[in-house]
C-alpha cells in the first residue's frame, strides 16, 4: 500500500519544485527544474504552459510511489492572471521583472494619487512593476484589445490551482503583498482596485489557504495516477508559507529574518500605523492566513552582498578578529545601496570607503582587477557589518521589542560572522536558528494536511517541532563607535 501525502507545488522566479509530504511532515520524494520567463514582443512574461506540463510530468512521477491525498500551491507574489469569458488567459501571465514599470509610473501616480498616500492607505510602497495594480493599469492602458477580452483576475496561486481544478478562488495572503488593491484599514478592496475595476473581476469571497479549492479535474487525475478524490487548496503567497510554521507552533512575540538575495523580515502587528521615515525606507504590511496584518521589511541583502563580494578575489573567512580590526580602526567600510529604491539606508551612496579614499559602485563595477582583495578578511568584515547595521535597523522598523526571538533562516543562516554580529548588536533580542529546511514547502505542506483532514492551524502545530538554537554574541569591539561613523557615512 502507498503511503498518503500532499504535494507542493512550489514555484520561485525561476525555480520550480513539487515535493510530496507525508503525515508526520517529513518530505518523501522531490522534483525540480528550472524554467525562465518568455520574451513576448518585448514584454517578459511567466512560461505557465512549460510549468503546467512540468508539474504533471513530476506528480506522474512521484504519485507511484504515494498516495496523494492534497495538492497545496505557494508561489512568489506580485502576479496575476487575467482570463476571457471563456475562462482561458486573455494574455500570457506578466512577469512582475518586466522591464514596463518606468512606462507607467508616473501616469499610474497621477491617476491614483502619490506615493506616499497610497502607502499609507494600501500598506504598500512603490516597487515597481512588483505592484499588481500596475500590471492591471499597463494592460487596461498600454493593451487595450487585452483588456477588452478580460473578465476575470486570479493571482498566481488561485490561477495555477484554477488550471488543476477548473475553480476560481481568493485567499487573504496573496492581495495583501504590495499590490495597492487592499485597504488596510476599511479591510476591503482599495479605491484603486474600484477604480481600475479590478473588485469586479476577481472571485466574492476569500477563503483561508488551507480551504478546498476544489479536486483535481478527471482527466488530470487519470494522466497523473491520483484519485479523482485529490483536493487541491486555495494557495498560499511564499513568505507567508514560511511564515505559517511559526504561528502554527504557537509563537507570538517573534519575528522571521527569511534571508536570501532579499531579507525578508515579518513580525505580526496589532496596527498598521506607517511614520514618515518608514514610508521612506518602503516598510509595508503583508496579511498572514487568518487576513491579519503583519509589518514587512525587505532589503537585498544577498544582492548587496554577492555584489561587494565580487570586487575581491578571496572567499568570506572572517571572524571575531577581523571585525575587532575594523571597529578599531575605524577605516574601512562598506555603505550599501546596490537598489536605491530599496535600501535600508535611503539616499546614501554605495561605495567602498577605505581611510580617505572613496571607492563608488559605479567605479569598482567598471574596473577590471579586484581591488579589495588586499584587505583581505577585514573587508568581509567591514560588508557582514553592514548588513548587519541594515538589519538591525530592518529589526527597528519591524518593531522588535525586549524578549522578542528572531529566527534567522536561508543563506545567512550560515554566515557566523553576520549572525553573532546581530546577537551583539541587538542584545534585547534572541536570535535563533532553526532546523527547519525549506520553510516555504513546509508552511504549503501545512495548509495541505489541514485540508486533507479538516485539522486546525493548531492542531497540527503540535504535530511537529521546530528545533531552535541560540546564537551567542561575540567580542567584536567597539561596535557602537564604528556604527556612529558608519551612520554619518551612510546619510551622505
Known amino acids: 500500500m502507498k503511503p498518503p501525502a500532499v504535494a507542493v507545488l512550489d514555484v520561485g522566479k525561476t525555480n520550480k519544485k513539487v515535493s510530496l509530504y507525508d503525515r508526520e511532515l517529513n518530505v518523501l520524494a522531490k522534483e525540480r527544474t528550472t524554467i525562465e520567463s518568455k520574451d513576448l ?35 512568489h507574489g506580485a502576479t496575476l492572471a487575467l482570463l476571457d469569458e471563456s475562462g482561458k488567459l486573455a494574455h500570457p501571465v506578466i512577469s512582475y521583472s518586466a522591464a514596463k514599470g518606468a512606462e507607467i509610473q508616473e501616469q499610474f501616480y497621477e491617476t491614483f494619487g502619490d506615493r506616499a498616500m497610497l502607502h499609507q492607505s494600501t500598506c504598500t510602497p512603490d516597487l515597481g512593476f512588483a505592484n499588481m495594480a500596475k500590471v492591471l493599469f499597463y494592460v487596461k492602458t498600454r493593451l487595450p484589445e487585452v483588456w477588452s477580452r478580460c473578465r476575470h483576475a486570479l493571482f498566481y496561486t488561485s490561477y495555477l490551482g484554477y488550471e488543476l481544478t477548473g475553480v476560481r478562488g481568493i485567499e487573504p495572503t496573496y492581495v495583501g503583498n504590495h499590490s495597492y488593491l487592499w485597504n488596510f484599514a476599511r479591510n476591503t478592496w482599495s479605491d484603486v482596485a474600484r477604480q481600475l475595476g479590478a473588485d469586479k473581476m476577481f472571485p466574492p469571497s476569500f477563503n483561508p489557504p488551507w480551504g478546498c479549492l476544489g479536486a483535481v479535474k478527471r482527466e488530470m487525475a487519470e494522466e497523473c495516477g491520483i484519485s479523482v478524490d485529490c483536493k487541491v487548496g486555495q494557495g498560499i503567497h511564499d513568505s507567508n508559507a514560511n511564515f505559517l510554521p511559526y504561528l502554527a507552533q504557537g509563537y507570538d512575540d517573534f519575528l522571521l529574518n527569511s534571508t536570501g538575495t532579499w531579507c525578508v523580515l515579518m513580525r505580526k502587528s496589532t496596527s498598521i500605523d506607517l511614520s514618515p521615515d518608514e514610508i521612506a525606507a518602503k516598510v509595508f504590511f503583508n496579511l498572514d492566513a487568518f487576513g491579519r496584518p503583519v509589518r514587512t521589511c525587505i532589503f537585498p541583502a544577498g544582492m548587496e552582498y554577492d555584489t561587494f563580494r565580487g570586487f575581491t578575489l578571496l572567499q568570506d573567512e572572517s571572524d571575531s578578529a577581523a571585525v575587532r580590526r575594523v571597529t578599531r580602526e575605524k577605516k574601512l567600510f562598506v555603505i550599501p545601496g546596490v537598489l536605491p529604491d530599496a535600501s535600508a539606508f535611503p539616499g546614501a551612496a554605495p561605495r567602498v570607503v577605505v581611510g580617505g579614499a572613496e571607492y563608488s559602485l559605479d567605479n569598482l563595477r567598471r574596473r577590471t582587477d579586484s581591488p579589495m582583495t588586499p584587505y583581505r578578511q577585514d573587508y568581509f568584515a567591514a560588508l557582514n557589518l553592514s548588513l548587519a547595521l541594515a538589519t538591525r535597523r530592518m529589526l527597528a522598523w519591524c518593531g522588535v521589542k525586549k524578549g522578542t526571538t528572531v529566527f534567522i533562516e536561508g543563506g545567512f543562516a550560515k554566515n557566523k560572522t553576520y549572525c553573532e554580529l546581530l546577537a551583539s548588536l541587538c542584545p534585547d533580542q534572541s536570535f535563533v536558528l532553526t532546523s527547519m529546511k525549506e520553510g516555504t514547502s513546509l508552511g504549503a505542506a501545512l495548509t495541505g494536511w489541514m485540508l486533507a483532514e479538516n485539522l486546525s492551524l493548531e492542531a497540527i502545530g503540535k504535530e511537529f517541532t521546530v528545533r531552535t538554537t541560540l546564537i551567542a554574541g561575540d567580542d567584536f569591539g567597539n561596535l557602537e563607535s564604528y556604527e556612529a561613523e558608519f551612520m554619518r557615512m551612510a546619510s551622505r
Request: no cysteine.
Open 41 to 75: 514582443n518585448g514584454l517578459e512574461v511567466e512560461d505557465t504552459g512549460a510549468l503546467l506540463t512540468w508539474f504533471r510530468s513530476a506528480l506522474k512521477k512521484l504519485a507511484a510511489d504515494a498516495d496523494v491525498r492534497a495538492i497545496a500551491i505557494t508561489t
